[in-house]
């Protein structure tokens, strides 16, 4: 039964939307809506008519598709095949009879919702009982649809129907997409960096007093030269590296931007500017886009470049750990076989053997070796 419903439900919902649902008795759910879609064309053929040739199109057939992939709308069609199952009102349904008198559309609705979902048929947009993640799900799940490419919405952990931390679906969704972009970014640095470093492009200039140039650095791959790296550089970089997450994450700054966390229904991937009265003064230019290049966008411009950066991103983080799987393994990405500097330390780890005189170093590099066999 629930296969019939989904079919049903996704051939209503795929044509347009002729339910109005501004009579008080609140939002409805997809499968809802088809449900009465579905009835309102066995009514009137003319709906049904365009229903059929929406569905010759491709994107009529496509929508249907991606439709019925849904894990919210199969959940729905699954919670009212249930409910008609149960209640016996499939076959009342679809009777013909239930249709030879016409009923005051606003009790028909009622009538209607009430007998496929009691809860669903009284519920009001201010007070709607449905998780606000769904709807953080339906669009993560348009988000990877609209996207180009064989691949589509892929999940298969679930993780974007997990709550991280005892926090809602929406919040965690929030923190799903926010690291992909910002890891996608830290990617999209990392390749060219480790691209300009193999092919012997350098800064020009020196990187501190004791290294007056590079030639401590030839020979070495770009995992290498981190680690050769004076240690004070390496720290003042994961300083400023903290600073910035910190402020990221901190609702003052987010606050003085006039901006949301991302977990708290904010936009993932915002950096917010340096707004409060202590930054402002020291750096009035935002760190994100600081003159200005996407203020005059359009928000449709925005999302289009938002969606390039997240495909940039991905293709960055596949290409990074390409080139440094490579080059700890030989042999390991056969394109790139020979063609990468070889690298035998740890690439995970911030801190080598060298660094023993920093605190919890020696506890760190010690408890990561039985979980990395190669180490030992």
Not at 137 to 153: H, N
Not at 305 to 310: F, G, I, S, Y
Request: hydrophobic share 40%; net charge negative.
């Amino acid at each position: 039964m629930c296969s019939i419903v989904c079919v049903f439900v996704g051939l209503a919902v795929a044509s347009a939307r002729r339910v109005q649902t501004s009579s008080g008795i609140g939002e409805l759910t997809d499968a809802e809506i088809g449900l009465l879609n579905l009835k309102n064309a066995m009514k009137n053929p003319s709906l049904m008519k365009e229903t059929a040739q929406a569905l010759r199109s491709p994107e009529g057939s496509g929508e249907l598709v991606k439709m019925m992939a849904n894990p919210r709308f199969q959940e729905q069609a699954k919670r009212i095949a249930d409910t008609m199952r149960a209640t016996g009102v499939f076959t009342d349904f679809l009777k013909l009879e239930s249709y030879a008198k016409e009923e005051d559309s606003t009790k028909t609705l009622q009538s209607v919702l009430l007998a496929l979902n009691p809860v669903g048929a009284v519920r009001k947009n201010a007070a709607r009982t449905q998780s606000a993640g769904m709807s953080a799900l339906d669009e993560l799940i348009e988000l990877a649809e609209s996207t180009p490419g064989p691949v589509q919405y892929w999940d298969p952990l679930k993780l974007s129907e997990k709550e991280f931390w005892g926090q809602s679906n929406d919040a965690t969704i929030g923190f799903l997409r926010h690291a992909e972009i910002k890891h996608g970014r830290v990617a999209m640095a990392g390749f060219v960096g480790y691209c300009l470093h193999e092919n012997g492009i350098r800064w020009p200039f020196p990187l501190s007093s004791s290294l007056p140039d590079y030639s401590s650095f030839e020979g070495l791959s770009a995992p290498d030269v981190w680690d050769a790296t004076p240690q004070a550089a390496r720290l003042q970089i994961l300083a400023v590296i903290g600073f910035f997450e910190f402020w990221s994450e901190w609702s003052t700054s987010l606050e003085a931007d006039g901006m949301v966390h991302y977990m708290r229904g904010g936009k993932p991937g915002q950096f917010p500017a340096f707004n409060t009265i202590v930054t402002n003064p020291l750096t009035p230019l935002p760190l994100f886009d600081p003159f200005g290049f996407t203020k005059d966008l359009s928000e449709e411009e925005k999302a289009k470049k938002l969606l390039r950066e997240v495909q940039n991103g991905r293709l960055a983080m596949i290409g990074l750990f390409s080139l440094i799987s490579e080059a700890r393994v030989p042999g390991a990405v056969p394109a790139l076989a020979g063609l990468i500097k070889p690298y035998d330390g740890e690439v995970m780890g911030p801190f080598t053997a060298a660094d023993a005189n920093l605190p919890g170093v020696s506890t760190m590099l010690d408890g990561v070796k039985p979980l990395l066999p190669y180490l030992n």
